[in-house]
């Protein structure tokens, strides 16, 4: 049994009792009373009470969507310092984990103070943290709170950045973890494989990004209440025969029915992705981008009110980063895949952790499945040639029915620069692609 407070007494309300409120109460009586960072992490707080923190920021991971005691739940791992520079680990589950991976993709602070309020002290293979408890925990960021504006002002004067970082699989408790969906729960192919498929499934694919396709653009932009996508509708002009007006736009929610939404970009990546057998094309969401590249689509395409919905010829220079790197996605095989021959695969989850792909291509290797990068280390030091290997194999290939404009030649790509009337559009010229080598760490 958990307990909010370590008071001796507490008040009961009765049904003839009576309140009236209290229009003026003094402005330090929030109840709130963080606890000390220390205290909680060498065992002097009991794991029985609720307790209150509030820290900055330093690291996030990604978003997880596990499947713990049955149900589909999501999980964010969160590190935060004090003023005295303190580490504390914080694990939030369910909507706390959603709510905060959202706010933390917007937000326009550089420096970021969580507060939770009525959270539990969690021991996991001897190192304490703290999370969520169900239904009793409150949270907010950047909240207008006199601690808050106290807190900041004592913090380091660093300009410490956030870092986002891997997520620790192995600190997941009575449920499926990312490793257990990818090794085990779900079926392994090859893009060969998962193209002669006839049925609606999930699979795993492992398989190199070798171009982004830039045809429907980068990202889109949605409405920050929902996170739906506005459409772009023309706006209404008063007919005073200027002829400019006829060129003037607005954006329009369709959940939320109202028009110039206050609008956030969210990445909606197309990516080109190859293996040893063939090659397609990956449709990647905001949230699993995000594990990519590494930073949140609104730090690359600025705020919304800046962004002009015009034609330009170039990925931003951080996208191009994430060419030539092998990942494992976990894909959905849609009805329209199959039957009408839809060539882009809607990617459900991904991982990009070094030894865990190195695990799952050994586990390949021994499994005698065929399709997959197995000879990456015996192949060339140098990464072009890696490639370069590949990329001559899959021109021999019949089954890389690519248009000339977007084969996969040996270390280049080109993509045609089409452009999209309701997306921001990046093409990418010809580049170098460069091939991960994966080593065992440790």
Request: glycine fraction near 4%; include cysteine; proline fraction near 4%.
């Amino acid at each position: 049994m958990l307990i909010t407070t370590n008071h001796a007494y507490r008040i009961s309300f009765l049904s003839t009792t009576r309140v009236r409120p209290c229009e003026q109460l003094p402005e330090d009586l929030s109840g709130f009373e963080p606890v000390k960072f220390k205290e909680v992490l060498d065992g002097t707080l009991s794991a029985d009470f609720l307790v209150d923190i509030i820290g900055q920021i330093i690291e996030i991971s990604h978003l997880e969507h596990l499947n713990v005691n049955g149900k589909e739940t999501e999980k964010i791992s969160l590190q935060l310092r004090n003023s005295d520079d303190d580490k504390l680990p914080v694990v939030l589950w369910g909507k706390f984990a959603c709510d905060v991976n959202e706010a933390m993709q917007v937000r326009d602070e550089h420096c970021t103070i969580l507060v939770l309020r009525f959270g539990k002290i969690k021991e996991w293979k001897e190192e304490r943290s703290v999370s969520n408890a169900y239904n009793v925990s409150e949270l907010g960021l950047n909240l207008p709170m006199i601690e808050v504006v106290k807190f900041t002002d004592s913090l380091p004067k660093d300009d410490l950045p956030l870092a986002i970082v891997e997520s620790k699989y192995a600190a997941i408790a009575n449920g499926v973890s990312d490793k257990d969906d990818f090794f085990t729960h779900t079926p392994r192919k090859t893009i060969a494989q998962m193209k002669e498929t006839k049925q609606v499934e999930k699979c795993i694919l492992m398989c190199t990004i070798t171009g982004i396709d830039s045809d429907m653009g980068w990202f889109y932009l949605s409405c920050k209440v929902c996170s739906k996508k506005v459409l772009t509708v023309p706006a209404v002009n008063d007919d005073d025969g200027n002829d400019d007006d006829d060129l003037k736009h607005t954006y329009y929610c369709v959940k939320c029915e109202a028009y110039n939404p206050v609008t956030v970009p969210r990445y909606k990546l197309h990516l080109v992705v190859l293996d040893n057998t063939s090659n397609t094309k990956l449709m990647v969401f905001d949230n699993l981008a995000v594990q990519l590249v590494n930073k949140p689509c609104l730090q690359i395409a600025g705020p919304s009110d800046k962004v002009e919905i015009e034609e330009t010829n170039v990925l931003p220079p951080v996208l191009n980063t994430i060419i030539g790197k092998t990942c494992l996605f976990k894909i959905q095989i849609e009805r329209e895949n199959f039957v009408y021959k839809h060539d882009t695969y809607k990617v459900l989850k991904v991982i990009t952790n070094k030894d865990l792909i190195t695990d799952f291509d050994e586990s390949n290797s021994r499994d005698g499945s065929e399709g997959v990068f197995h000879d990456m280390d015996t192949q060339s030091d140098a990464p072009e040639a890696s490639l370069a290997n590949l990329g001559s194999a899959s021109e021999q290939s019949e089954s890389f029915d690519l248009t000339p404009a977007k084969r996969v030649r040996a270390v280049d790509i080109e993509l045609e620069e089409i452009n999209d009337q309701n997306s921001v559009t990046r093409s990418t010229g010809s580049m170098m692609i460069k091939k991960e080598k994966f080593g065992k760490s440790g």
